[in-house]
């Protein structure tokens, strides 16, 4: 299995050397810069953030005046077949006409525009935060990414090592089954242990590659070779020992709550915009319009230039019902967006809760589990040395290696968790910045 494995991860190499990825380790900041550049999901953001921004310019267009310049050449052929005018005369005749018009409409009172306006700048504040959310949640994204690859990695160790030492007692049992100092019992035992200590071999080494392109999803190019955790951690509480103080931080500064109050804003701003569709308007029209004929008719060409300059005022009474229901869809909308920023805050206050119980058993979890590996370690000395003495069997010791593995997994795995709850904490309160990722990436060093 050790040369299938091999082959895999030379082909991986071999396709990470093809995307340019260095050979050397990379540590958290690098892998996270690298998802910056490539992540899909932070370049949306971006751009729907920039396309927000346009509804302020296209909501202004509204509360501005309107210009507006038409030319126009004619070309009339007229044939005269008969008439009881004498004035008109007989026969045919061809002229052109050039027509020049120039419009200005300046709008005096256009309630709808104004909301549309207000409502503009709540849409570009909406996906202001939109877009820093999604930059703390890449941060997080890559971190949990970053770590379930470490996690992946010990794990592997750790099997390796158990089908190691397995093997070990399986040569043994099998020495000691034809010398008679054990039973067939021992052999079967140890050789069940050694089949299945394979396939969770493959199993984890197939965990493994899943984390290798799960990270790849972030930055788009593979990435093989890792800085690990260093072997003693700080373990530090939350920086306030009061949940309530979290919880009030991450309700008045976590950017997807934010959001959400925009989003109320712009409901409730489209409401007032629809029903202003009952209200009157006023626009300050001038027109002026320059007509050059070189005939008529009458045989002779004219030019006539007319100026108007027009005070518009429009009252709609009745139209089909559509105003009234175009403010109702926009009230149910607004009531909308109210629930679904409570559903955001509740479930913020829920993931917060989490998260700082998670910093806090973290520390107690990863002491327990440390103090669990030692034990465990010594445990299978002293079962070995009992296996030695024949007051132990072989499947003593088999369960001794096992329970050893779980606990350096287990140990492994908590390390990571907690530092996880730790940017979890900090991104729902809104304060999860680079400066975190390098406070981690201090633990790392080159394996």
Not at 93 to 119: C, E, H, M
Not at 234 to 260: F, H, K
């Amino acid at each position: 299995m050790d040369i299938m494995f091999a082959l895999r991860r030379a082909v991986l190499v071999v396709i990470t050397m093809g995307c340019g990825i260095s050979a050397q380790a990379a540590d958290l900041l690098e892998v996270y810069q690298l998802a910056v550049e490539n992540d899909a999901r932070l370049q949306a953001a971006g751009f729907e953030f920039q396309a927000s921004n346009e509804a302020i310019v296209q909501a202004r267009a509204g509360l501005l005046p309107e210009i507006s310049f038409e030319a126009a050449h004619t070309e009339t052929d007229q044939e005269i077949i008969s008439s009881d005018n004498t004035v008109y005369g007989s026969g045919s005749s061809g002229f052109s006409t050039d027509t020049y018009n120039l419009s200005v409409s300046v709008p005096i009172f256009r309630y709808d525009a104004w909301k549309r306006f207000s409502q503009s700048k709540a849409v570009v504040q909406q996906a202001k935060a939109e877009l820093l959310a999604a930059k703390q949640q890449l941060m997080f994204d890559t971190a949990e990414a970053y770590f379930t690859v470490l996690a992946a990695k010990d794990n592997l160790e750790f099997s390796r090592s158990e089908k190691t030492a397995i093997a070990r007692q399986l040569e043994l049992a099998q020495e000691r089954t034809k010398r008679g100092l054990a039973t067939i019992t021992d052999l079967r035992d140890a050789q069940a242990r050694f089949a299945t200590s394979e396939s969770q071999e493959i199993e984890v080494e197939n965990a493994l590659e899943d984390a290798y392109r799960a990270l790849q999803e972030y930055t788009a190019e593979l990435v093989l070779n890792f800085s690990v955790l260093q072997e003693d951690i700080p373990l530090t509480p939350p920086g306030s020992v009061v949940l309530d103080d979290w919880i009030s931080t991450s309700i008045s500064q976590n950017y997807m709550l934010e959001a959400r109050r925009h989003a109320i804003t712009v409901a409730m701003e489209e409401k007032r915009r629809q029903r202003a569709g009952h209200m009157p308007t006023v626009d300050l029209v001038g027109t002026l319009n320059n007509r050059d004929t070189d005939g008529s008719l009458f045989g002779g060409g004219s030019e006539v230039r007319t100026t108007d300059v027009m005070l518009r005022f429009n009252m709609p009474f009745y139209l089909g019902g559509r105003i009234s229901s175009l403010t109702r869809e926009a009230g149910f909308r607004h009531q909308q967006a109210r629930r679904e920023y409570e559903v955001e805050r509740r479930s913020l206050e829920r993931e917060t809760r989490a998260a700082y119980q998670g910093v806090l058993s973290g520390i107690k979890k990863v002491e327990a589990l440390k103090k669990s590996v030692l034990f465990q370690r010594g445990a299978l000395d002293v079962k070995e040395e009992g296996l030695k003495a024949g007051i132990n069997t072989t499947l003593a010791v088999l369960d001794a290696q096992r329970d050893l593995h779980f606990a350096q997994r287990d140990y492994s795995q908590a390390r990571y968790d907690y530092l996880l709850s730790i940017l979890r904490l900090k991104k729902a309160g809104g304060t999860l910045s680079q400066e975190d990722l390098q406070t981690l990436n201090k633990l790392l060093t080159t394996g």
